[in-house]
């Protein structure tokens, strides 16, 4: 494949630049469908006049449909975007930023999106499709655990369709009573559980209880019954966040706040939070997946993305097991940069 790009970039540079335009194209569809001419235009940074002649193409070949409520992508050309993935990755020269940002970590795989997804919500949809594609790929049965978030809810709304995945069942990896009700865990995983054709199960406690609280819902039937199935996840799709930012959002009192600056933690993840070598310096006391649960997964995929990010995914890397990191270009840079 990569000799094949090399000659025709010699051969037929103008036929290359004509295909990543066209897919730039037909992925932005795709991201944001429905979408008119003219916001496609824009995201495109182009004018309508020169993308009129490229819709009716991509319409032509029934790549995409043009309706009164915007264009959409259809089945074929979903098909194409993913057939053509990997070569524009290779022409883009992200392949070998994903080699580098894998080696640097230690992380088996890294899928790396074009742009920042603080800036532009469409790249943290892209990231949330990448996510849902793996998860398609990888997960034909058992149990999936996922938590909440903002981008974690873009990997339920970007599930692509496929068969129906009945014997797949779906739980919050973590209590989240009292965040938005849109990036709950409980919702994301109902959502997810919905578009693969499998069942689900809440989770309905806060994320940080106090230990006679805790204790008291050890002891609920529904809670143990939780907790048995979480002992048999076989995916977890989690996101990573700043420690401080989510010790503030989980409402943590003032003496853990001041204890995790004073410990120099970074990142966030399942609960724990980690310094920038790595050690754990801090567990929520919640319900929910431990590491020791983490020794039978056969998939952790972290998805984070943002420049202000990079610190917390080289904490979280370095303290526990990644599989997949799904992150973005600028994510990426400020991680090599950093290292």
Not at 26 to 47: D, E, F, M, V, Y
Not at 157 to 182: C, D, S, Y
Not at 310 to 334: F, K, M, Y
């Amino acid at each position: 494949m990569k000799d094949l790009i090399k000659i025709q970039q010699r051969l037929v540079p103008d036929i290359l630049q004509e295909m990543k335009r066209r897919y730039r194209i037909l992925k932005q569809i795709h991201l944001a469908q429905p979408i008119g001419r003219r916001s496609l235009a824009q995201n495109l940074q182009t004018t309508e006049r020169i993308l009129r002649a490229e819709v009716d193409f991509l319409r032509d070949q029934g790549l995409i449909l043009a309706e009164t409520i915007g264009m959409s992508i259809t089945d074929a050309g979903r098909q194409i975007l993913n057939s053509l993935d990997g070569m524009v990755r290779e022409l883009d020269g992200f392949q070998k930023l994903e080699e580098r940002l894998s080696d640097a970590l230690g992380i088996p795989q890294v899928l790396i999106v074009p742009g920042d997804s603080k800036d532009n919500p469409l790249v943290k949809r892209e990231m949330g499709y990448q996510t849902a594609r793996l998860l398609r790929e990888h997960l034909k049965e058992g149990v999936l655990a996922v938590t909440g978030g903002t981008t974690i809810a873009e990997v339920a709304t970007m599930m692509p369709t496929g068969p129906m995945l009945h014997t797949v069942e779906v739980l919050p990896a973590r209590g989240g009573v009292g965040e938005n009700v849109e990036i709950q865990a409980n919702t994301i995983a109902a959502a997810i559980a919905n578009k693969l054709g499998g069942t689900y199960r809440m989770l309905h406690v806060p994320d940080n209880l106090s230990e006679e609280a805790s204790h008291m819902l050890h002891e609920e039937p529904h809670i143990q019954n939780y907790l048995n199935r979480i002992k048999s996840v076989r995916m977890v799709v989690y996101g990573i966040g700043q420690a401080v930012i989510m010790a503030k959002r989980r409402g943590l009192p003032n003496e853990v706040l001041d204890s995790l600056e004073e410990k120099g933690a970074l990142g966030e993840a399942l609960g724990y939070f980690f310094s920038q070598d790595g050690r754990v310096v801090y567990r929520m006391n919640s319900i929910g997946i431990r590491m020791n649960d983490l020794k039978n997964v056969e998939m952790m995929i972290a998805v984070a993305g943002g420049k202000e990010k990079a610190p917390a995914v080289i904490a979280v890397a370095r303290g526990s097991r990644q599989d997949v990191l799904v992150t973005d270009e600028v994510c990426a840079e400020a991680i090599l940069a950093l290292l």
